[in-house]
């Protein structure tokens, strides 16, 4: 645990989790959907009341919805909760980040959603610090976040950002990380909706992953596929 997030799920079990995060982009969440049909597994989604609200997108998440995979909040305006340089100095206040996850819910009701099917929360920007993450416990959130050592977040970033990571560096490090130390129980983030500045999108080789890691032993499991 980092922070007092959760990022593995009964690590004794051979199980992997895939989790996308999405915010304003979302162009490839069909392209992960019927991925993840193909392989008849489901996925974990975490929305921010942003995505929530866009007319563009309604239609693929009410899809995720009925298919049955975990949905869950990401904070209703993609608040950044603390700067980079100082993690642990709040920039927005206690009831600020109340009622920014209280209106995610709301979002996520308007799709059927409760909290109690919704009780796993990721913090936005996957940046968080103990005092946010006391706070969204208090509300009865469970903190979630990706599995450091897996790499695979970075691929929100862009050739014109001095941290870009290629699609396949991502891809090496992920294999090379499952080779050192396994993956069980791993939280495996991909972005569903990047730039357009980022022509290898990791989301198109999700088939490959999965392919891979099913030949290694792995299971996928959705976040509501936990015993």
Not at 5 to 20: D, E, G, R, S
Not at 196 to 204: E, F, G, H, I, V
Request: hydrophobic share 35%.
């Amino acid at each position: 645990m980092i922070y007092d997030t959760i990022n593995k799920i009964q690590p004794k079990k051979k199980n992997i989790y895939l989790v996308f995060t999405a915010d304003s982009m979302f162009q490839g969440g069909k392209k992960v959907v019927n991925t993840l049909k193909k392989h008849k597994i489901k996925g974990s989604f975490f929305f921010t009341g942003n995505a929530l609200r866009m007319e563009e997108h309604k239609d693929i998440i009410a899809e995720i919805v009925a298919a049955g995979h975990y949905v869950g909040g990401h904070s209703d305006k993609h608040l950044l909760y603390a700067t980079w340089e100082n993690r642990d100095s709040l920039i927005v206040s206690v009831k600020e980040i109340e009622d920014d996850i209280k209106a995610n819910a709301k979002e996520l009701e308007k799709f059927g959603v409760t909290k109690e099917q919704s009780l796993w929360f990721i913090p936005p920007y996957e940046y968080y610090n103990s005092t946010s993450v006391e706070v969204t416990e208090k509300l009865g959130y469970r903190v979630l976040n990706y599995t450091p050592g897996t790499a695979t977040p970075a691929d929100y970033t862009t050739p014109d950002m001095i941290n870009y990571q290629p699609t396949q560096k991502l891809i090496n490090k992920l294999y090379n990380h499952e080779k050192a130390v396994g993956l069980n129980g791993a939280i495996i983030l991909i972005h569903p909706g990047v730039s357009d500045l980022r022509d290898d999108k990791l989301y198109n080789r999700l088939d490959e992953i999965i392919t891979y890691f099913t030949k290694c032993g792995y299971s996928f499991k959705g976040l509501n596929e936990v015993e």
